[in-house]
């Protein structure tokens, strides 16, 4: 088996919220990402598809189908966007770097046409990231 994998950025505002907790206690467990005007990140999406190269191309996938499926997909529907009023994926939730890997998976894994898709992980900075993967992605909302 062999994984590809693409890498695309995208530009977003977000902020930790729940709801169902007091001011305060978002405060002290989300602290600065409590912020209700909330802050931006540029994020780095990689994508990876896994499967046997076709005979033929020597690819396990159309590279450029890809590249277009996470423009329309990712993107079109996230980039300089606030995660929390304008991507319906993300509704209800709070738009942790592990929920936006999970949207992703969601959005990504029905349409793959070749391959599987294997991971996807989310960079919210260079030192934090979080993968969504085939056992980990579940049924979340």
Known sequence: MIRVTRKVEFSA???????NLSAE???????????????GHNYVLEVTVAGEPDPTT???????????LLQREVS?????RHLNYEV???????????NIAAA???LLEPKIARGKLDRVRVYESPDLFA???AGS????A
Not at 30 to 36: D, R, W
Not at 137 to 140: E, Q
Request: glycine share 8%.
């Open 137 to 140: 992605n579940g049924d979340r």
């Open 131 to 133: 993968d969504c993967t």
């Open 13 to 19: 505002a977000h902020f930790y919220h729940n709801p």
């Open 104 to 106: 992703i998976w969601k």
């Open 25 to 39: 206690e978002n405060r002290r467990i989300f602290g600065k990402c409590n912020n209700p005007h909330g802050h």
């Open 76 to 80: 079109d529907r996230m980039d300089h």
């Open 88 to 98: 319906p994926e993300l509704s209800g939730q709070i738009p942790t770097c592990e």
């Open 58 to 68: 020597g690819m396990v996938l159309d590279l450029t189908e890809l590249k277009a």
